[in-house]
């Protein structure tokens, strides 16, 4: 096969989520003009930040060949254990923040126990935490609306040096800390080695357990960091929050790149394209005035397309492998 062609297909298969990424904005610009325009890709950054926080973490999941179906309720507790430890016990929003992220991390911990030293299949375990984890909620809540004074829901709307809105700050962030960490660390390079090829990994000497515990943790932490700033934009927590945000973190990291497979998938631009891209969809098919009832089916057909690509992207790939073919950088 001829090397050119073989470089060209390689970087066509690599860059497959961004070129169906600007094909889809494409066509929204056609159908929706208005969808694109500066304030509206403004507005769909902020609406995107929290979930692609989420998704930031769950990167860390798939990367090492796993899944978590419970961030949605890990959102959901962290958040109602933060705003009831304000209200009941007068703490303060920095404070509830660490309280946030401790019940985050402690979903994590139980996930990934149950995952690398008891070896049950990470759908299993996340999918109970899911049940579960949203029933502990409505224990705390009573299934009541837990509202959020206004040191925390200032931050939603507030914005730095009057251009920037926090929420978009704070998701610049977790994608910078989490690209370092992926792309310049130890950690990093075992999680990709663990989903690449898990054995192979043991046999190099990387310890599995620990990161696949570290992965799980990193989720459980980003997810309930989400959920803060979901709930600063949002001003109070019900019943329903969070809910169905797991699929929605899975879909914007397929969608930018992160294979379901595992070892596969970079945070930056990947994550934060996909993140950005279902939020400006959905503001798109309200633009284009598309019947409200169509929205969650042309999403699962997003999704669905999503994941095709993602499996036929990665069975060629293995094809190619197969016969050696050696790319020159």
């Not at 969808?35 to 509206?40: A, E, I, K, R, V």
């Not at 985050?104 to 996340?126: C, D, E, H, R, S």
């Not at 990193?218 to 989400?226: D, E, K, T, V, Y």
Request: glycine share 10%; with cysteine; net charge positive.
């Amino acid at each position: 096969m001829n090397p050119k062609r073989n470089r060209l297909t390689f970087a066509l298969l690599n860059n497959t989520p961004l070129l169906f990424f600007i094909l889809v904005f494409v066509v929204f610009g056609i159908v929706a003009p208005r969808s694109l325009s500066y304030q509206s890709l403004e507005n769909a950054f902020k609406q995107a930040s929290y979930i692609g926080i989420v998704a930031v973490g769950m990167t860390f999941v798939l990367l090492t060949g796993g899944i978590d179906l419970s961030v949605g309720s890990n959102m959901y507790v962290s958040a109602v254990v933060a705003g009831l430890a304000m209200q009941n016990y007068s703490l303060g929003p920095w404070p509830a923040l660490l309280l946030c992220l401790l019940v985050g991390a402690i979903f994590g911990t139980v996930n990934a126990l149950a995952i690398a030293k008891l070896k049950v299949m990470p759908f299993v375990v996340t999918l109970s935490m899911m049940v579960a984890g949203r029933g502990i909620g409505f224990m705390f809540s009573k299934s009541h609306a837990v509202n959020f004074p206004d040191s925390v829901t200032g931050l939603g709307s507030a914005e730095l040096f009057g251009l920037i809105p926090y929420p978009i700050v704070v998701f610049t962030a977790v994608v910078f800390c989490a690209w370092i960490l992926l792309e310049r660390t130890t950690l990093g390079r075992q999680i990709y080695a663990v989903g690449y090829n898990k054995e192979a990994a043991r046999k190099a000497g990387v310890s599995t357990d620990r990161t696949l515990i570290t992965a799980y943790i990193l989720c459980g932490m980003f997810a309930s960091l989400g959920g803060f700033i979901s709930v600063a934009q949002l001003g109070n927590v019900n019943a329903g929050f969070g809910k169905g945000d797991e699929f929605d973190a899975i879909a914007a990291a397929v969608l930018g790149g992160v294979s379901l497979f595992g070892g596969v998938g970079r945070v930056f631009p990947g994550v934060v394209l996909g993140a950005v891209f279902i939020q400006t969809v959905s503001n798109s098919l309200v633009t284009a005035r598309i019947d409200l009832y169509l929205h969650p089916l042309i999403a699962a057909a997003f999704i669905f397309l999503a994941v095709l690509i993602d499996s036929l992207r990665n069975t060629y790939l293995t094809k190619l492998s197969s016969r050696n073919i050696r790319i020159e950088e």
